[in-house]
RNA sequence: GGGGACGUGGCGCAAUUGGUUAGCGCACCGGACUGUCGAUCCGGAAGUUGCGGGUUCGAACCCCGUCGUCCUCGCCA
């Protein structure tokens, strides 16, 4: 026999009975009856009560013994009566009657109880991970991480894209955010830093001809957290493509990401091909560039309708540049004073003036601006947003930009506060045709809005002919119920258009040049057109297992503050370690905290 | 760096809003019990209310500072 099992605590059923089996795992619950005890024996696959009668010399350790510890168990499988069988664990209508153990690990108490559902507090949980992953949540949303990455290499093999690793360490990059960097022994004072996304490798292998390219790829970016954020590393579902249109990669995100979402989902999800929002129509409909399209209400710009009305603080605000954003909701007339109120106090605590709304009640039109405005205004309010009894609209002025946020976060309250946003659905757009510039705010000057190396659209023409702020990008985002899962682009392959796109944001070639020497004379060489896109990988596990936070689909994250509290990192180094790095520290780390 | 919420035995929460010895559930320890499956019943131990200071006859509660966790803005080409 088998030293520790010969079945799983998920194997046994029925037609095992009369069989001697072993059994191993985790003793997760004991109800101890003086003359007999249970004890539900738990493992990876399931549970199985294991039964310990008084007569047996390891009935007195058991009774006593700790939960969570590990024990191996051999015995008679037997049928339970109708009255004892547990319908509620597959292994329900057996049991296990157990002849001998062996104790193979003993627990101490611990510090979460695992066989309960109560809420722990999330330092304890990331402190003792190892015990955490054992819940059934946790255990099963890890496990669909692995199927989901299965399935994902599975599709990308099938669609002819080949695997490749790229190096993690590398050379700090320029642009983008801050880099986590590795301090070079040999080389003094030079370092490598940790990839943000190997984007400059994969484009190197399409030059290098390879022409279908994906990974699992880590990224690292010292970026603090939020709860679709994990600090220090996420993982990304990376493909580039040689010879391709932004149509093609498209189809093929479409195809792999509606497979893997009807796959680990019951949930329903948009069948391909999926809508197609221009970031300026996004902008101004959902006031984000990450719109969650199953809140059903969007938003329209009446700027016009305000501009000559006798409400002086939207007017005199729309003659200095200002815009206003309406959000017509239906039939919520009877909210209490007090809903309106909180939501002015949230408009306000997001950086806005205030916020106006008017109510469509019966006949009339109410609300703290409506005597600002002339039937004729009204009615132009009405038409725009298909007003009727019971319905309101409510108004946001400010600059375009903040005018879109504010609204947009409104929008996302109003859907959430009134349970408004549609259940059971997996909403998938794509947000197309982003602006190649915009201005900076701080000095106004013409700057990259995103990606530097995406290609124009119209190309050196464009860049030649078009006013900056008018050229959109080959770049797209994937999003789903809200969530960025991924961006992308045709990428520019011609160092000509390179350098006159970098111009046009006032970068002189010989920066250009010196900054992105790899890239460009690779490109000198012959480079394919390509372009390719990077699924978030922890998001889209994150959206299959309903969870709210990231957090819950990484088997070791780290905190809010991008420390791993289990394993104590980061942590300080010896004298011995920094004087071989050549690093001095400019200043003393703080002693840790008394608390 | 800014804003918000929170911090009470191992874990989750409470304490009539400043008033007796800080309670309850789970876990833990001891006992009883031969069919439970979140077993039940009896008993017990376990707390410097994150830390430091202040106000007060009296502070878990109010004030100041500080540390920590989460959410969020900035940031994320």
């Given at each position: 026999?088998?030293?520790?099992?010969?079945?799983?605590?998920?194997?046994?059923?029925?037609?095992?009975?009369?069989?001697?089996?072993?059994?191993?795992?985790?003793?997760?619950?004991?109800?101890?009856?003086?003359?007999?005890?249970?004890?539900?024996?738990?493992?990876?696959?399931?549970?199985?009560?294991?039964?310990?009668?008084?007569?047996?010399?390891?009935?007195?350790?058991?009774?006593?013994?700790?939960?969570?510890?590990?024990?191996?168990?051999?015995?008679?499988?037997?049928?339970?009566?109708?009255?004892?069988?547990?319908?509620?664990?597959?292994?329900?209508?057996?049991?296990?009657?157990?002849?001998?153990?062996?104790?193979?690990?003993?627990?101490?108490?611990?510090?979460?109880?695992?066989?309960?559902?109560?809420?722990?507090?999330?330092?304890?949980?990331?402190?003792?991970?190892?015990?955490?992953?054992?819940?059934?949540?946790?255990?099963?949303?890890?496990?669909?991480?692995?199927?989901?990455?299965?399935?994902?290499?599975?599709?990308?093999?099938?669609?002819?894209?080949?695997?490749?690793?790229?190096?993690?360490?590398?050379?700090?990059?320029?642009?983008g955010?801050?880099?986590?960097?590795?301090?070079?022994?040999?080389?003094?004072?030079?370092?490598?830093?940790?990839?943000?996304?190997?984007?400059?490798?994969?484009?190197?292998?399409?030059?290098?001809?390879?022409?279908?390219?994906?990974?699992?790829?880590?990224?690292?970016?010292?970026?603090?957290?939020?709860?679709?954020?994990?600090?220090?590393?996420?993982?990304?579902?990376?493909?580039?493509?040689?010879?391709?249109?932004?149509?093609?990669?498209?189809?093929?995100?479409?195809?792999?990401?509606?497979?893997?979402?009807?796959?680990?989902?019951?949930?329903?999800?948009?069948?391909?091909?999926?809508?197609?929002?221009?970031?300026?129509?996004?902008?101004?409909?959902?006031?984000?560039?990450?719109?969650d399209?199953?809140?059903p209400?969007?938003?329209?710009?009446?700027?016009?309708?305000?501009?000559?009305?006798?409400?002086?603080?939207?007017?005199?605000?729309?003659?200095?540049?200002?815009?206003?954003?309406?959000?017509p909701?239906?039939?919520?007339?009877?909210?209490?004073?007090?809903?309106?109120?909180?939501?002015v106090?949230?408009?306000?605590s997001?950086?806005?003036?205030?916020?106006?709304?008017?109510?469509?009640?019966?006949?009339?039109?109410?609300?703290?601006?409506?005597?600002?405005?002339?039937?004729?205004?009204?009615?132009?309010?009405?038409?725009?947003?298909?007003?009727?009894?019971?319905?309101?609209?409510?108004?946001?002025?400010?600059?375009?930009?903040?005018?879109?946020?504010?609204?947009?976060?409104?929008?996302?309250?109003?859907?959430?506060?009134?349970g408004?946003?549609?259940?059971?659905?997996?909403?998938?757009?794509?947000?197309v045709?982003?602006p190649?510039?915009?201005?900076?705010?701080?000095?106004?000057?013409?700057?990259?809005?995103?990606?530097?190396?995406?290609?124009?659209?119209?190309?050196?023409?464009?860049?030649?002919?078009t006013?900056?702020?008018?050229i959109?990008?080959?770049?797209?985002?994937?999003?789903?119920?809200?969530?960025?899962?991924?961006?992308?682009?045709?990428?520019?392959?011609?160092?000509?258009?390179?350098?006159?796109?970098?111009?046009?944001?006032?970068?002189?070639?010989?920066?250009?040049?010196?900054?992105?020497?790899?890239?460009?004379?690779?490109?000198?060489?012959?480079?394919?057109?390509h372009g390719?896109?990077?699924?978030?990988?922890?998001?889209?596990?994150?959206?299959?297992?309903?969870?709210?936070?990231?957090?819950?689909?990484?088997?070791?994250?780290?905190?809010?503050?991008?420390?791993?509290?289990?394993?104590?990192?980061?942590?300080?180094?010896?004298?011995?370690?920094?004087?071989?790095l050549?690093?001095?520290?400019?200043?003393?780390?703080?002693?840790?905290?008394?608390?």
């Amino acid at each position: 026999m088998h030293p520790y099992r010969t079945h799983t605590c998920n194997d046994l059923r029925a037609e095992h009975a009369g069989q001697t089996v072993k059994l191993s795992g985790w003793i997760f619950r004991k109800r101890d009856h003086g003359g007999i005890l249970f004890i539900d024996l738990r493992d990876h696959y399931g549970q199985t009560q294991v039964v310990v009668h008084p007569s047996r010399s390891f009935f007195e350790e058991l009774t006593h013994i700790k939960l969570e510890s590990v024990a191996t168990f051999v015995g008679r499988v037997t049928l339970r009566d109708a009255a004892t069988a547990n319908p509620e664990i597959p292994s329900g209508a057996v049991e296990m009657v157990a002849d001998a153990c062996e104790v193979q690990s003993v627990s101490e108490q611990t510090p979460l109880y695992l066989a309960g559902e109560e809420d722990i507090a999330e330092e304890v949980r990331l402190k003792y991970r190892f015990l955490d992953l054992r819940r059934a949540s946790l255990h099963q949303n890890i496990l669909l991480r692995s199927q989901v990455i299965a399935h994902l290499r599975r599709q990308m093999t099938a669609q002819g894209f080949n695997e490749f690793q790229t190096p993690i360490l590398t050379c700090s990059s320029p642009e983008g955010a801050r880099d986590y960097l590795v301090p070079s022994r040999v080389h003094p004072g030079k370092f490598y830093a940790l990839p943000q996304a190997p984007q400059l490798f994969k484009q190197l292998l399409m030059v290098a001809g390879f022409d279908r390219y994906f990974q699992i790829a880590p990224c690292f970016r010292d970026e603090d957290a939020r709860a679709d954020r994990s600090p220090g590393e996420f993982y990304q579902l990376d493909m580039e493509m040689s010879f391709v249109t932004q149509d093609e990669v498209f189809r093929v995100v479409e195809e792999v990401l509606y497979s893997t979402f009807t796959t680990f989902s019951k949930l329903a999800v948009d069948a391909a091909p999926w809508r197609r929002i221009p970031y300026r129509e996004a902008m101004l409909k959902y006031g984000s560039d990450k719109p969650d399209l199953r809140i059903p209400f969007e938003m329209c710009d009446v700027t016009g309708i305000f501009r000559d009305s006798g409400f002086n603080a939207f007017a005199g605000a729309i003659k200095t540049g200002a815009v206003v954003r309406a959000i017509p909701v239906k039939g919520i007339k009877n909210q209490p004073r007090s809903f309106f109120d909180k939501l002015v106090e949230h408009a306000k605590s997001l950086g806005s003036k205030g916020l106006a709304y008017l109510i469509w009640d019966g006949d009339t039109i109410k609300g703290p601006i409506q005597k600002f405005l002339k039937p004729a205004e009204l009615s132009a309010l009405a038409g725009t947003g298909s007003m009727q009894d019971g319905d309101v609209m409510f108004f946001v002025c400010d600059e375009p930009g903040k005018a879109a946020r504010i609204s947009g976060d409104i929008r996302g309250k109003l859907g959430r506060d009134l349970g408004l946003i549609e259940k059971g659905v997996f909403r998938f757009c794509w947000i197309v045709d982003f602006p190649m510039y915009e201005l900076d705010p701080e000095t106004s000057a013409v700057a990259f809005s995103h990606n530097p190396f995406s290609m124009p659209q119209g190309g050196m023409e464009a860049l030649e002919k078009t006013p900056p702020l008018d050229i959109l990008a080959y770049q797209y985002d994937v999003v789903c119920n809200g969530v960025e899962l991924s961006s992308g682009a045709i990428r520019n392959h011609r160092p000509d258009i390179m350098f006159k796109a970098f111009a046009l944001a006032g970068y002189p070639q010989e920066e250009v040049e010196a900054k992105f020497s790899g890239l460009l004379n690779a490109f000198r060489y012959g480079a394919p057109p390509h372009g390719g896109i990077a699924p978030g990988v922890d998001r889209i596990v994150m959206l299959l297992a309903g969870a709210e936070n990231i957090r819950e689909v990484i088997a070791f994250p780290m905190n809010q503050k991008a420390q791993d509290l289990m394993m104590g990192a980061p942590s300080s180094v010896t004298e011995k370690q920094l004087r071989e790095l050549h690093i001095q520290l400019r200043s003393q780390p703080k002693p840790p905290p008394q608390a």
